[in-house]
């Protein structure tokens, strides 16, 4: 049983590290898009599992555009906080950058938003703490992440009435 105590975004922040080897990418040396995807995924789990103290699962993930290439040998930092919550959803913010690890360059590789619900022991949605914007910056991107709630939403009930239509 999770407590609903609101928490502060800080409390459930994510950074991670990643040395990008042979096996995390394509004949032409940059990262595979999908291994990327994972590292976001795992990342905006682990902020989302530390807001809820729940069992979590990936509801949706937002368009994802590869901003610079991350090849071989580069230094990742994905750093991953929860953006808002609604009754059983976060919506969580994951910032990559890639580092020349022999120059210490830095761009930033990818950004994206992931949704995430949390579900009690019979897998049933769940409520999930409120959520304490304490900077002007969490708490712009808790307005912003207000908006894209909403579109995601209504772009979800368009998929629905597409794909039952379909099949
Ligand atoms: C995500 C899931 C739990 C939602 O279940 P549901 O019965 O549709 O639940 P509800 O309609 O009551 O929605 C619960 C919350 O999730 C949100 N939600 C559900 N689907 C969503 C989607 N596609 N995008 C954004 N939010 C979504 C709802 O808005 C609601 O949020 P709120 O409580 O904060 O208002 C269910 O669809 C599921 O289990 N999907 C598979 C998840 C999974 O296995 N992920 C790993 C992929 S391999």
Do not use: C, W
């Amino acid at each position: 049983m999770s407590d609903l105590l609101p928490k502060r975004v800080r409390e459930s922040t994510v950074e991670t590290t990643a040395l990008v080897l042979p096996q995390d990418t394509n004949p032409h040396g940059t990262m595979f898009g999908g291994h990327l995807m994972a590292l976001i995924d795992t990342t905006a789990a682990v902020a989302a599992s530390r807001h809820a103290r729940a069992l979590v699962v990936t509801a949706a993930m937002d368009e994802l555009h590869f901003l610079a290439p991350v090849m071989l040998g580069d230094i990742l930092m994905l750093r991953g906080s929860v953006n808002m919550v609604g009754t059983t959803s976060m919506e969580v913010g994951v910032r990559v950058e890639r580092e020349d690890r022999l120059t210490g360059r830095r761009d930033h590789a990818a950004s994206a938003y992931l949704t995430f619900v949390a579900l009690d022991a019979s897998r049933r949605p769940q409520p999930v703490p409120p959520l304490i914007a304490e900077s002007d910056d969490e708490r712009r991107r808790m307005e912003n992440a207000g908006v894209r709630r909403a579109d995601r939403l209504r772009r979800r009930e368009a998929y629905r009435r597409t794909v039952t239509n379909e099949s």
